[in-house]
């Protein structure tokens, strides 16, 4: 049977329990909801994942090769590894949190070669694991969650979170896509696992990643953190979605004229790009690859070609057009903030992990790219699961009797009764024009990100003001929403930080301010605040001790059966 032919007879099976119960729920099913799911099931939980698409072949990471920061338990190695990010990220990553990550990466890279996942071997013969072709990945992913026990709900988009009296989270709801039915899950522990917001960009493989997670989390009390490391963009040919850039470090950038375009092929080159894209075309020709690279290249990514092969575009040879799609918090930092290493949100009984979550502990103000947020993704799902499945064992068979209410309002409540129905599209591409142009959102200043914020601060009135829409039309509304509340996040933070530090860019406070160097935390819906919070060793790097266990035991005190 094919691929093809699999995806389509199991994702007909629409005769599911819309009501379920489970030890944990996770919702998204990429790279971190994968192990997530494994990593609860195999601590002896019972999980369900929901997807909004089908598990294993949507989001970034299904769509191509992803780099893999995989690096030896070589002391040295490490110490080099950790040390090379720290400037690029504005100080801001914490060498704890990374030392984490790369024995857990570590760890797991070499469980897939266990499970079978086909890796190369480099001129000596040697495995290597430094990177993962997204498919066989994640199709192998796929089969671990399922052999597992993992019950996966395909095209299940979750549409809110709920809670119990005491603010602890016990579930989520959704709609299936395909049937329209609604669902419930049931859960003691909810992981979200939902990747970034990339704003329907049309960057490859970010059409389900518009920041979802973050909005049912923000409705349940969780905050934010460097959400203004969040404007991210990656090369694409004009006419393609293919956002890797990688093989763009073999690349000359040239104007319309066929002259090289001085320092677009530098470290910052990126920048000049940018502010040369705001008064006229670019073009790039990856003619400094040599004959031997050229062949490698087309072998370890050929998605990147597709799109130029189909275009009869040689790219070695010939110059093709470019330009920078808006990747926004995939590729970069911020995400919802964990208070401890098991990736508990503030909000009891609520994990993050992957894009979803801030990447600032490892990677600080700078994009992780693929092989840093990837081996976030590996790292942060497996510790969420095993963490997600102890705090439900210590919570018992009760916590799924509590009495739960959904706290989800943005698209699905209204303030007033009278409104018009919501012009979903409308608004999306209202929040689109805000954060797609560079001189908004790459080269920020105090006067434009105030003026953009006046605007998504009237589109969320206009959401929340405005009648709920018809089922059908109810999961593009919520990503309407989140997008809205995420801009606004975005740009309430970079208001805040007056300096430029990491992908961060300030043409107002052009320098790096030792003063600022601290995290920014940020939340609220109706109103949206930011506020600092110290580095260092401080709650968040105090692993499972003393937060982790205070959550269960008042958690445990607070559980009763619904009347």
């Not at 016990?170 to 979200?192: E, F, L, M, S, Y």
């Not at 004959?291 to 130029?308: D, G, I, K, S, T």
């Amino acid at each position: 049977m094919s691929k093809n032919q699999f995806e389509s007879q199991e994702s007909s099976i629409t005769d599911f329990d819309p009501n379920l119960a489970a030890d944990v729920l996770v919702i998204g099913g990429g790279p971190s909801g994968t192990w997530a799911a494994w990593s609860a099931a195999a601590s002896g939980a019972s999980a369900v994942l929901v997807d909004k698409g089908y598990c294993g072949t949507t989001g970034c990471a299904a769509a191509s090769g992803n780099g893999v920061w995989y690096v030896p338990p070589d002391q040295s190695l490490r110490e080099a590894a950790m040390a090379s990010r720290e400037t690029l990220g504005g100080f801001l990553s914490n060498r704890h949190w990374m030392a984490r990550v790369l024995e857990q990466t570590y760890t797991n890279v070499n469980q897939l070669a266990e499970w079978g996942y086909p890796f190369p071997t480099d001129d000596e013969g040697k495995p290597y694991r430094r990177s993962l072709q997204g498919p066989e990945y994640m199709r192998l992913m796929r089969k671990q969650v399922k052999k597992a026990g993992v019950k996966i709900l395909d095209h299940s988009p979750a549409l809110e979170l709920l809670i119990d009296q005491d603010g602890a989270v016990g579930g989520a709801k959704g709609i299936n896509r395909r049937t329209g039915r609604r669902w419930a899950v049931r859960a003691q522990a909810v992981i979200i696992a939902t990747g970034g917001c990339a704003f329907l960009s049309k960057a490859l493989g970010c059409n389900v990643l518009t920041g979802d997670g973050y909005l049912m989390a923000a409705e349940a009390g969780a905050e934010m953190s460097g959400m203004e490391f969040s404007n991210a963009y990656g090369i694409s040919p004009a006419f393609s979605s293919v956002t890797k850039t990688l093989f763009y470090n073999w690349a000359t950038f040239t104007y319309e004229d066929g002259t090289e375009i001085p320092g677009a092929g530098s470290q910052r080159g990126r920048s000049v790009i940018a502010k040369t894209l705001l008064t006229q075309p670019v073009y790039a020709i990856l003619d400094r690859a040599t004959e031997e690279m050229r062949v490698a290249m087309r072998v370890a990514q050929p998605n990147f070609f597709l799109p130029l092969d189909r275009a009869g575009i040689d790219p070695f040879t010939q110059r093709f057009p470019v330009t920078l799609r808006l990747e926004g918090t995939v590729r970069g930092t911020g995400g919802i903030r964990i208070v401890d290493e098991t990736c508990a949100t503030s909000v009891r009984g609520l994990y993050a992990a992957g894009d979803a979550a801030t990447r600032e502990l490892i990677c600080g103000g700078f994009t992780g790219g693929g092989s840093h947020n990837a081996a976030w993704a590996i790292s942060s799902g497996f510790w969420s699961g095993q963490s997600a499945a102890e705090y439900a064992s210590l919570l018992g068979g009760k916590a799924n009797q509590r009495r739960l209410e959904g706290v989800g309002e943005a698209a699905l409540q209204s303030k007033s009764s009278g409104a018009n129905t919501l012009a979903t599209d409308e608004v999306i591409q209202a929040v689109q024009a805000e954060v797609f142009p560079y001189n908004r959102n790459y080269f920020r200043t105090e006067r434009g990100l105030s003026a953009s914020l006046d605007r998504l601060h009237s589109l969320w009135q206009e959401i929340r003001t405005s009648r709920v829409v018809a089922d059908n039309e109810i999961v593009r509304a919520r990503e309407a929403a989140a997008m809205v509340a995420t801009a606004r996040w975005m740009y309430s933070s970079a208001l805040e930080r007056k300096e430029t530090r990491g992908m961060h860019k300030h043409e107002d406070y052009p320098q790096l301010d030792p003063n600022q160097q601290h995290y920014l935390l940020s939340g609220g819906l109706d109103k949206v605040w930011v506020k600092a919070q110290p580095l260092g060793r401080g709650a968040e790097d105090r692993g499972k001790g003393e937060i982790f266990q205070s959550k269960i035991l008042d958690s445990t005190s607070k559980i009763g059966v619904a009347l």
